[in-house]
C-alpha cells in the first residue's frame, strides 16, 4: 500500500471517530464476539427511506483477515 495514500487517509479517519465516536467501542466489543459462523447483517435506510439489507456468514479467511487487519492498526 502506498504511504502517501495512508497519510491522506489519517485525517478522514479522524474526522470520523470524531464524528461517530461510538462507533469504535461498539467495534472493538463487537470483534470480541464474533467467530467462525458469527452472521453480520447491515442495514442500510437511505435520508429517502429505501432500505437495503444484507448479511454474511463468517468464515475461517475472514478470521484470518481481521487478524490481519487488527495488527496493520496497531503498528
Avoid at 447483517?41 to 437511505?46: A, L, P, V, Y
Wanted: without cysteine; positive net charge; aromatic residues 6%.
Amino acid at each position: 500500500m502506498n504511504p502517501m495514500a495512508l497519510l491522506k487517509l489519517k485525517p478522514l479517519l479522524e474526522s470520523f471517530r470524531s464524528n461517530h465516536p461510538k462507533f469504535g467501542p461498539f467495534i472493538s466489543a463487537a470483534s470480541t464476539a464474533i467467530d467462525e459462523g458469527t452472521v453480520l447483517e447491515m442495514k442500510i435506510t437511505t435520508s429517502q427511506g429505501q432500505t437495503i439489507l444484507s448479511n454474511l456468514k463468517v468464515t475461517a479467511d475472514d478470521i484470518k483477515l481481521f487478524e490481519e487487519l487488527k495488527n496493520l492498526q496497531n503498528k
